[in-house]
């Protein structure tokens, strides 16, 4: 309800007044007040839409009142009563912005129309600012839908470049070339913290935050160049602990090293894993630079199972390689005639990343572990095999119950719900995958990802709405499945090279040709 004060130094005016307001706008929530000073107090107090202000008062006069009111709270909208009908009065309070004024006395019909076209601004930027507010909730509900997505494809397979630039612009992250992944290890059955930890991240402005698979959740985090990386990275992480309630057994963040770009991430994402790996240090949180150097000599191969090539390995299931490998690292070692402990311990570290991606993936694997402390290197060649063929065989049950059209299926939702906020969790849920199952199996399949796809069929609708001349942009922007018409445009600008209105124009450049 629209709430109204009438200040007046003399009771009969303002009663007069409340009675013609009560008659013809029942509506009203309707407050008095005698005087400039208790006008001011009772606007911060009553919070009026809008202010009849007697201009002529003893003590703080109308026009002074209408000052430091304004001062406070500029929406708040005025109109002057008075019996001076005088340019210098009307120029003064026009400089307030007060919206009209009536001469004393008035007609109450002139009193009801001025008062009236008054309420109805009130009333329409009321309905504005709820439809503002409106788009806004539905476009930061969908920027988190993105944000996710984004984060999961950067991390695991790739993403559209429109949309990356797009999301750094919309999500106002301060532009900066170096960036580094964190992962944050959770207890299991912790989805309830996923929300005060994004929440966390949100205030800082300084990430994007992704999908929580199994216990882990990363996070991309932009430098911010006030701050040292530790210095950054350290007090995130602790704000991040902060919300384990004080029982921390199961918390850890990983922190990996900073890179120049989004094309290089994946290689700071693993190497957050690695930092991830020893949960039981007493600082739950620990930099990759900080994890202990593998000092042996010639050690090649055990190296490069810190990098990306055999991460993608494990995500496209190339066992044999995998066991081949990691069979090299075991032959080396026993050339080396290195300690067996040293050499089981090295292998539970490699072990334990393939079986990290696996989860990550929504392969269900047990923890990998030795079942006794090794006596010769054929026994531990054999446990190792027996822990490889457990996961192999947990990632082949997973995707023997994949079903044959589930591409099709993917591909049919899409088209049929392009207008609505699809994530790759929604997705996931509607034919029971991973996410990143998912983003790997359309790059496989289709060559491209879902937001591809999706995009595509969004621009292919908004062509054809583009032909109606009664839509406006900003209509067809929403009913595409849009929430910020800009951004519409800079993705149709992206996919089409020309801009909508100029679609639009081409469009009817040809219906006029036609015709002649």
């Keep these: 309800m629209i709430r109204l004060l009438i200040v007046d130094d003399e009771q009969i005016e303002r009663e007069g007044m409340q009675v013609i307001l009560n008659r013809h706008f029942p509506e009203l929530v309707i407050e008095q007040a005698k005087n400039g000073n208790m006008a001011v107090r009772m606007a911060g107090e009553f919070k009026p839409d809008l202010i009849l202000m007697d201009i002529k008062m003893p003590g703080m006069n109308g026009l ?32 307030f912005g007060v919206k009209d004024y009536l001469l004393k006395p008035s007609k109450s019909s002139d ?6 076209k008054v309420l109805k601004q009130i009333e329409e930027e009321s309905e504005l600012r709820l439809k503002n507010k409106q788009e806004k909730d539905a476009l930061q509900k969908t920027l988190a839908l993105v944000e996710t997505d984004v984060v999961t494809q950067l991390l695991f397979d790739h993403v559209h470049e429109v949309h990356v630039d797009m999301l750094l612009e919309m999500l106002d992250i301060p532009s900066t070339k170096q960036l580094f992944v964190m992962s944050v290890l ?30 882990q959740l990363p996070i991309i985090v932009f430098r911010q160049p006030d701050q040292t990386f530790r210095t950054q990275a350290t007090t995130l992480a602790r704000e991040i602990l902060s919300l384990s309630e004080a029982d921390l057994k199961e918390w850890f963040v990983g922190i990996g090293n900073i890179c120049g770009s989004l094309a290089q991430i994946r290689q700071s994402y693993q190497e957050s894993l690695i930092a991830s790996m020893d949960t039981t240090l007493p600082v739950k949180y620990r930099y ?5 150097a593998i000092n042996d000599v010639n050690n090649q191969q055990l190296v490069k199972h810190h990098k ?8 496209f299931g190339e066992w044999e390689s995998i066991r081949t490998d990691i069979m090299n690292v075991i032959q080396y070692y026993e050339n080396e005639n290195i300690d067996l402990l040293q050499i089981q311990q090295r292998l539970l570290e490699v072990l334990w990343i393939v079986s990290r991606v696996l989860r990550e993936m929504g392969v269900v694997t047990a923890t990998p572990l030795y079942s006794y402390q090794t006596i010769d290197y054929r026994h531990l060649r054999s446990e190792t095999n027996q822990l490889l063929d457990k996961m192999k065989q947990s990632y082949d049950q997973h995707y023997e119950r994949l079903e044959a059209d589930t591409i099709h299926q993917i591909k ?17 849920k509607k ?17 491209i990802n879902y937001i591809d796809l999706l995009t595509e069929c969004r621009i292919e609708k908004a062509k054809k709405l583009l032909g109606d001349p009664e839509k406006s942009i900003k209509e067809i922007t929403f009913e595409v499945g849009y929430h910020d018409p800009n951004y519409f445009s800079k993705v149709f600008k992206k996919m089409c090279t020309i801009s909508p209105k100029d679609y639009r124009r081409t469009l009817n450049g040809k219906k006029e040709m036609n015709s002649l």
């Excluded at 304004?70 to 019996?83: E, G, W």
């Design 308 to 315: 990306k090539e055999f991460f993608d390995q494990i995500r």
């Design 186 to 215: 959770l207890p299991k059955g912790s989805e309830n913290y996923y929300s005060a930890i994004k929440e966390k991240v949100r205030k800082s402005k300084s990430g994007w935050v992704g999908a929580l698979y199994s216990n």
């Design 111 to 116: 009193i009801v129309l001025t008062i009236g």
């Design 412 to 428: 049919q939702y899409i088209i049929e719900h392009s207008s609505e906020d699809i994530s790759l969790d929604t997705l996931a």
């Design 431 to 447: 034919v029971d995958l991973s996410p990143i199952y998912i983003s790997k199996m359309f790059k496989e399949k289709l060559g």
């Design 64 to 95: 002074e009142a209408v000052e430091k009111i304004c001062a406070n709270d500029p929406t708040i909208k005025f109109i002057m009563v008075t019996a001076y009908d005088t340019f210098d009065y009307m120029r003064q309070a026009i400089k």
């Design 288 to 292: 990759y630079s900080d994890v202990p």
